[in-house]
């Protein structure tokens, strides 16, 4: 009891994410994150989109997080990410969700930008396995993360689900409003895959254990998303898989940026692509067919809250 005061008590002057912004989230201010300490939550339930080993064909039981501590301006659940929405719920309530997502046949349950709720969620898993969640969490993340962070979840995440945005900061800056993402996301990453260690997947090829890095890669800058690949293969090998994403949607409110007013070329997936098989890139995933669609983006519609 007295490690979950101590973990709840350090959001009085909230480092928790690289912003460091020091709010007093336990006191009613919000964070950088655009969330004070009571957890805000948009959406519950099973979701198939997700990668063949997280999703299966069961679905993967999703939670989004209200709130997040980037500032993304092509991001496609922007109203949830900027904490226009969400319904308050308990530490109790967030535990009965885990487990009922679970009596759903959840493939596991997944934590949806939750950086800035890890106390509260940790204490929700201990409340969730002491009433039976045996299936594996995962921790799906967009990258920007501190590693001490991180290190609090050791022993209850199975599966972290980052993000690799960018190797470039000033794209980080320019379209994130983050200062070293790079730094923070190989941080962060280096602490994901100490934890977890080489995959692991059962005999229906679901993954038990393990780090997937997603990458999306931006309209006009494959060259980056390179950077970001080559990195990932030379320092983690076949330690990790990556999934290389073409699902990038312009969004309306990213109008002011007209280099990304645009999907995705078939000619600049394919370019990214065969690089990653020059360089001997074999664990990863790819996306196939239109999966830019905004019909793709959930209805945050307090579903299963």
Request: with cysteine; hydrophobic share 35%; glycine share 8%.
């Amino acid at each position: 009891m007295q490690d979950w005061v101590t973990k709840l008590k350090a959001m009085d002057d909230c480092t928790l994410c690289p912003r460091l912004c020091h709010a007093d989230r336990n006191a009613g201010r919000k964070g950088a994150c655009h969330e004070d300490s009571a957890v805000q939550l948009a959406r519950a339930g099973l979701h198939m989109w997700e990668e063949p080993c997280i999703s299966g064909i069961q679905g993967s039981g999703t939670v989004f997080f209200s709130g997040c501590s980037m500032g993304c301006v092509f991001c496609q659940n922007r109203p949830i990410a900027s904490g226009q929405i969400g319904r308050e719920v308990t530490i109790e309530r967030l535990a009965e969700i885990f487990i009922e997502l679970q009596e759903k046949n959840a493939a596991n349950i997944n934590l949806v930008t939750a950086g800035h709720y890890v106390p509260q969620v940790i204490e929700a898993l201990k409340l969730a396995r002491e009433n039976g969640l045996a299936v594996p969490v995962v921790y799906n993340s967009s990258g920007y993360e501190r590693a001490e962070t991180v290190r609090m979840l050791e022993g209850w995440v199975d599966i972290y689900l980052p993000d690799f945005k960018y190797m470039d900061d000033d794209l980080a800056w320019k379209y994130s409003g983050v200062k070293e993402y790079s730094f923070c996301a190989k941080e962060a990453l280096a602490e994901m895959v100490r934890q977890t260690g080489t995959p692991v997947f059962d005999g229906e090829g679901m993954m038990k254990k393990g780090v997937i890095v997603r990458h999306m890669i931006l309209p006009g800058h494959t060259r980056d998303s390179k950077e970001v690949l080559r990195y990932l293969h030379e320092t983690y090998g076949d330690t990790i898989y990556i999934s290389i994403m073409n699902q990038y949607t312009p969004m309306e409110w990213a109008k002011e940026y007209p280099e990304l007013s645009r999907r995705l070329t078939a000619r600049e997936y394919k370019k990214v692509i065969d690089f990653c098989l020059e360089i001997g890139i074999e664990n990863g995933f790819t996306q196939e067919g239109e999966a830019a669609k905004e019909s793709f983006i959930p209805d945050f519609n307090y579903e299963g809250v």
